[in-house]
């Protein structure tokens, strides 16, 4: 399983990555996330590859975070940072050098809405879902340095309260 977690496939100059955990919700566990990093120097390095789309396998693009696995690790569910130190899946993507479409269907979720923000133009299918903070209303990861640490109210949210 784990051989299989990210999924790419190049025919004509496109790299087709397809997130592949959908029992999941593609949730980025470390070995995803180090496998999407992989992936993603692959294709950066591979001259005959022109274009990547980005996708997610089943019924979400990314839920975020694996939280299961976070809870498993002593309670650093708090400590998210440290759970993905070594593996930028958000910075792979940005930094990979060819345009990257991220093709949404279903959820894109706090860390998974931040992979599809990497991508350069988005196309989202009927009825995907995105949102940058969890039920909460916090912010997770990235995102939450990025923008300051603003509740969603001040960032202009306020109605996903």
């Known amino acids: ?28 566990s470390r070995a995803l996330r180090a496998a999407l990093v992989a992936a993603f120097s692959r294709v950066r390095d591979e001259a005959a590859i ?15 975070l694996d939280l299961k696995e976070l809870g498993g690790e002593g309670g ?15 910075g792979a993507v940005a930094d990979c050098g060819k345009p990257v479409i991220g093709a949404i ?14 991508c350069d133009v988005l196309i989202a299918a009927r009825g995907a879902r995105a949102r940058p903070f969890d039920r909460a209303g916090r912010r997770r990861g990235a995102a939450r340095r990025r923008a300051g640490a603003r509740p969603p109210a001040d960032a202009g949210l306020s109605a996903y309260r």
């Open 1 to 28: 399983m784990s051989d299989n977690l990210v999924l790419v496939d190049v025919a004509d100059g496109v790299a087709t990555v397809t997130l592949n955990r959908p029992q999941a919700m593609n949730a980025l």
């Open 76 to 90: 650093a569910a708090a400590d998210a940072e440290s759970a993905v130190a070594g593996a930028d899946v958000v």
């Open 105 to 118: 269907t279903g959820f894109a979720i706090t860390g998974g809405f931040e992979l599809a923000l990497a």
């Open 50 to 64: 022109d274009v990547v789309i980005l996708t997610g396998a089943g019924r979400a693009f990314c839920a975020g």
